[in-house]
């Protein structure tokens, strides 16, 4: 089984180290049936974010070595990059990334600024041409909603799309029933709206496996007070699905 949605790097206070996470990981293997992670680092979401140092944190998680477990790493690609003049096809050039990450909840895609226009086209033109991913965090906000995106949907239909977190989940049946390339991933998602996804999409093999670990585990320590550790996390992601 793959986890589509992995994170390494900073998030708030906490600094999340790969190669310790995806040891973790494949140390539960064999209970999870977790044989493959994509993952991408939340260094991104950072105000001083700079591409520089999130590549470092790629390269070192690439130091990952398993016969077990296969890691492989989303390029989160974030408007400051646009604005900077770095090109999608240069900064996705730098390793073999599986796809890339949008996430529009936490930086600002605005769609009237050419070179936010310009670099989303580039993105799912990328992806298109490679036949990758593109992973977009979607959320209930008029910024994250599933059909945000839906123009590239329709015009790049060889760009594999998965909507992160199938949230909301009438928006998000509704993606995966009209186009062949949209899929979406359990992300967080409660019981009852998987259920609910499972009924409404026509086709269930398109909701794909992902935990959102360790930030699901942030959350629920730091925010709702819970005292489980990473390990029963992770396994209680995996149950879920």
Known sequence: MTDHHVHIGQFNEIYYDALELFALIERLSAKTGVTEIRYSSTSSCRDDAELLRVEEEIEYALNFESDVLTARPYLW?????????????????????????????????NEENPKHERALHEIFSWADKNEKSVLIHCGPQKCDIPTRFERFFAEYKSARVILAHSNPV???????????????????????????????????????????????HYFATHIF????????????NCGLF
């Not at 240069?90 to 073999?96: I, L, T």
Request: glycine share 6%.
């Open 77 to 109: 690609f974030i408007p400051k990059y646009a604005e900077q003049g770095i090109s999608v096809e240069s900064a996705a050039g730098a390793f073999d990334y599986c796809g890339i990450k949008l996430h529009p909840a936490g930086q600002n895609w």
């Open 170 to 216: 009438r928006e998000t049946a509704e993606m995966l029933n009209k186009y062949k390339n949209v899929f979406s991933d359990t992300a967080c998602i409660k019981r009852e709206d998987l259920k609910l996804l499972r009924e409404k999409a026509t086709d269930n093999s398109k909701i794909l496996f992902g935990s959102d670990f360790p930030v699901s």
């Open 225 to 236: 007070g819970k005292t489980h550790t990473l390990e029963e996390e992770y396994e209680a």
